[in-house]
């Protein structure tokens, strides 16, 4: 029998060449801010080991130092530019949201979803207590919003609740800042408290619909291998 061929694993490498395509799609200068950084930090280093006569220790930590600069540059750079690229598409809260995992339990479907409109509420669980996260109209996704806090009222009656909408308009959160918002929030319940909600809310029915998964210009959600520099 033939041997089917295993696809090749990809470097490291491919993944950084991946996130240097998504951003500077967005951010045609990112070679200048990558490689600027890197050449700068470098020449800085150089500059002291002649200074200072060590050059093996100046050397040695501008590599390290600089590489380390320009690779936060280049992850920062092909973050916000994903986000960028995905703004306003539906459902794109779900990518970020897809980017938060330590201390939130959170649905990667929308909890509610209207199907006309493509209106959504995302659920996030943590110490802050249910965080709704509307993606979407305001005035369609607050009907939404108003459903699943009242769904979310029988089963857990005083559970806090916080609501989050995304958007560019007034009173909304630029997707861009959606985790820095969510790992901002004030905390109010335990970690014991956290599980004992997120038990009690799987019981909630919805009315949600699956949400394509290639949501971002690549046909896939931001690669968070390449924004982790895997």
Do not use: C, H
Request: hydrophobic share 45%.
């Amino acid at each position: 029998m033939a041997k089917t061929n295993k696809p090749k694993k990809k470097r490291w490498y491919s993944y950084l060449a991946d996130a240097y395509r998504v951003s500077k799609r967005t951010y045609p200068w990112t070679g200048w801010a990558v490689w600027g950084s890197l050449v700068g930090i470098l020449t800085l280093f150089i500059i002291l080991a002649a200074v200072t006569g060590s050059w093996f220790f100046y050397i040695f930590t501008g590599v390290v130092l600089a590489a380390t600069v320009a690779l936060l540059v280049l992850l920062q750079l092909v973050k916000t530019a994903s986000y960028k690229q995905i703004d306003g598409m539906p459902g794109a809260a779900s990518a970020v949201l897809g980017n938060i995992k330590r201390g939130w339990n959170i649905t990667e479907e929308p909890v509610r979803f209207n199907p006309r409109s493509q209106d959504m509420v995302f659920r996030a669980i943590g110490r802050p207590g249910i965080v709704l996260i509307g993606d979407g109209s305001p005035s369609q996704v607050n009907k939404l919003i108003d459903e699943e806090r009242r769904a979310i009222k029988r089963v857990a009656p005083s559970a806090p609740i916080q609501v989050i909408k995304v958007g560019n308009g007034e009173d909304q959160v630029k997707l861009s800042q959606l985790e820095k918002t969510m790992r901002r929030l004030p905390k109010k319940i335990s970690n014991q408290e956290v599980a004992a909600v997120a038990q009690r809310l799987r019981a909630i029915p919805t009315n949600a619909l699956p949400i394509p998964k290639g949501i971002d210009p690549m046909n896939a959600r931001p690669n968070r291998k390449a924004m982790r520099g895997r």
